[in-house]
């Protein structure tokens, strides 16, 4: 095996940051790592703050990396409208993109994180089990301009591209866009602290659809088989845990690890009830010793009203990955309580 | 590798006759098939005609047997209601074991044919969804479970090992067995495009976007034959299917299509009642296409249809067990749904 180096944009993200931990630990990678924060946390990555919507920025920090063999594309510059999102995220990987490509001769890899909106989640409906090869939904999303971009941008280099389509990722990040497992968490230990039982939050309807997750250390282990897989090149896989869910079926479960009663679903919304929640939060985090994040360092509640907030199906396929020679499959019920221990262990949630 | 010797009970229905199928080829194994019938097709299995609820006929026709290591429990005796469903089928074991069991010193292991009713799929009313091996028994009666706790209870302290596996909507060919959708569905398409009809879906419209799965029978096959060699998967029960949902909406076209049909309209009705006169209409259809000899009556059993077809809700069973123990095939569902039906007509069994 060679050594391979990896590039990880967005790297303080949830996927970013499980690929950031996954790769540390091998010693067949060196990592670096960019994102526009420092690290608040101890990795043997070598961090780069960098704002990859200036190109000149880019250019002045990324031009010298020439080593790099792989770029883990995780960045997201989030836009209150989805059109709104196509040019600043498509411009983010250009601009990484220009930088990096005329100095990094080994360059083998690039690989761009989505997700299912890919397949028009944020319209309501969509075709489940979503494929791979479902037709594009009828408005564009900044995924579908990426792609096309990196694929254009691929035709006739020496490296390859893949891009993944998770959903549902779950594990532990502060400060970012989308995670459910710090909302979910979050919103479980402030019901216990206010001495309420544990309702469903989200989409009456919802508590019973399928759904999916994909812890985010598997998807950090994907992402790196993926890359560098050469039967997986330039191609897009989803990927989740393998199984499928309802959360009134999980709901107990997560109850059970808070020692709380499940009580009747109670619809909210929940960013504007939790969005009030910073001074108890602020008291538990001293009544318990918790790490001493603000709320709103941990939680983006708008994300979990998007999550939880339809009332459709979940559902990806993930056969292309599997016959393509994935087989690690994660009960997703262990992966829930797995998650929410180390949650807890890093002293984010009260024991 | 050791010599293995299969005993397949049930040989000529649909699942046993494609564990034939898989194991004549193998030189490995050799084969002996039970069923009441004879095959009317070329196999390299010793068939032996018996009627497993005979005891005496059993004992005297398995009597001989000392080279059998490996049991497959195929048949089923179907009744008029599950009560009277639990006596002759738990018999047909009893005898079986009960007879081969003092002869075959190298008897290594049983397996149970099972399904999707061990979960109460029957009853027409949602059942948990995915299903797992460990769910809740519904209310008895269920031969199923009669069949696997007298198993479980004789296999104490003996030498072979047990396992059950729980296909759902299987998908091959058989003649003359109480359970064949595919055939019947075959045979349905068949003649609607006879008589100049596009392919209207029969069943339960809110079957049509709800989520099913398919079981391929070589797929199953190659399942059974993997969990009665594979040591983590003694003594246990698993749900096999192909490893992905799918909802019968997305599958109707492409059945529509491989019979060159238009999608018709949904046309729900009792398929035992419209195709109670259709045996001339069959008639006519073999001499046309000088199709293989069979009356509608051989290949078809309506009555199935009509129940595989009457459920509105998910049905789903998680594979989460069988994976985890070590099976890895997947197969694509959308994409194979047609390899049955194209080698029927291969065999001119079907237009």
Not at chain 1, 160 to 180: D, I, Y
Request: with cysteine; aromatic share 10%.
């Amino acid at each position: 095996m060679n050594p391979k180096k990896a590039l990880i944009a967005g790297a303080l993200g949830v996927t970013g940051r499980a690929l950031l931990e996954h790769l540390d630990g091998d010693p067949f990678w060196s990592v670096t790592a960019l994102s526009r924060r420092a690290p608040d946390f101890v990795t043997g990555a070598r961090f780069i703050s960098v704002d990859l919507s200036d190109p000149a920025d880019c250019q002045e920090k990324l031009s010298g990396q020439k080593d790099i063999t792989h770029v883990f594309f995780t960045a997201y510059s989030p836009r209150p409208e989805v059109a709104d999102e196509i040019a600043p995220n498509v411009a983010m990987v250009e601009n990484l993109m220009d930088a990096l490509e005329p100095a990094a001769k080994n360059l083998q890899h690039v690989q761009l994180m989505h997700g299912a909106k890919w397949y028009g989640t944020f319209l309501g409906e969509y075709r489940t089990p979503a494929r791979e090869d479902n037709p594009r939904p009828p408005v564009t999303h900044f995924y579908h301009a990426q792609q096309d971009w990196l694929e254009e941008r691929q035709a006739g280099k020496p490296w390859t591209w893949s891009a993944m389509r998770p959903h549902g990722v779950w594990g532990f990040s502060t400060g970012s866009a989308m995670n459910l497992l710090t909302g979910i968490a979050c919103y479980a230990a402030i019901a216990k602290a206010e001495g309420r039982p544990l309702a469903w939050p989200g989409n009456a309807g919802f508590y019973d659809r399928l759904y999916q997750l994909i812890d985010a250390d598997l998807l950090a282990r994907a992402m790196a088989w993926v890359a560098t897989t050469p039967g997986a090149a330039n191609n897009a896989y989803n990927i989740t845990n393998g199984d499928l869910f309802r959360w009134h079926h999980v709901w107990p479960r997560i109850a059970e690890f808070f020692e709380m009663e499940v009580a009747e679903p109670d619809p909210i919304n929940i960013s504007a009830v939790m969005g009030e929640k910073g001074p108890v939060w602020e008291r538990m985090v001293a009544e318990h010793g918790l790490a001493p994040y603000r709320l709103d360092q941990v939680v983006n509640w708008a994300y979990l009203d998007m999550a939880l907030g339809n009332d459709r199906d979940q559902v990806s396929s993930i056969t292309k990955i599997v016959r393509t020679g994935w087989t690690e499959l994660w009960d997703t019920e262990t992966t829930i309580t797995r998650q929410l221990h180390r949650l807890r262990e890093r002293r984010i949630i009260p024991a | 590798m050791t010599q293995k010797t299969a005993l397949i009970a049930g040989a000529l229905g649909v699942v046993g006759r494609a564990l034939v199928e898989h194991l004549e080829s193998d030189p490995e194994w050799t084969v002996i098939g039970l069923s009441r019938r004879a095959p009317d097709f070329d196999t390299g299995a010793t068939f032996v005609s018996l009627d497993l609820l005979d005891q005496a006929a059993t004992a005297s026709a398995l009597g001989g047997m000392t080279g059998v290591t490996h049991v497959f429990f195929t048949p089923y005796a179907p009744r008029e209601n599950f009560g009277a469903e639990v006596a002759p089928n738990l018999a047909m074991l009893v005898n079986l074991v009960d007879a081969l069991e003092p002869v075959a010193p190298g008897l290594a292991h049983i397996q149970l044919m099972q399904g999707a009713k061990w979960y109460g799929v029957q009853f027409g009313k949602p059942y948990r969804t995915p299903a797992r091996e460990d769910d809740r028994r519904h209310m008895p009666p269920n031969f199923y479970y009669d069949q696997q706790d007298w198993l479980v209870e004789r296999q104490k302290g003996r030498d072979w090992t047990w396992s059950a596996l729980r296909p759902h909507g299987v998908w091959g060919f058989s003649t003359g067995s109480a359970m064949n959708m595919m055939t019947s569905l075959a045979a349905y398409a068949a003649i609607s495009r006879h008589l100049g009809m596009p392919l209207k879906w029969p069943g339960n419209p809110d079957l049509l976007d709800c989520v099913y799965q398919i079981t391929d029978v070589a797929l199953l096959a190659r399942a059974m034959v993997w969990a009665a060699t594979t040591p983590a998967a003694a003594n246990e029960a698993f749900n096999i299917t192909n490893g992905d949902f799918t909802r019968w909406s997305h599958l109707w076209p492409k059945l529509a299509a491989f019979f060159d049909m238009e999608v018709g309209a949904v046309g729900t009705t009792s398929t035992r009642d419209l195709m109670a006169d259709k045996e001339p209409v069959w008639a006519d259809i073999v001499e046309k296409h000088q199709l293989r000899k069979y009356a509608l009556g051989d290949i078809v059993t309506w009555p199935f249809l009509d129940y595989a077809f009457a459920n509105g809700f998910d049905q789903m069973s998680s594979l989460t067990k069988i994976r985890q123990a070590g099976w890895t095939e997947v197969l694509d569902t959308e994409d194979t749904i047609t390899d049955q039906l194209a080698r029927l007509r291969a065999q001119r069994i079907i237009p």
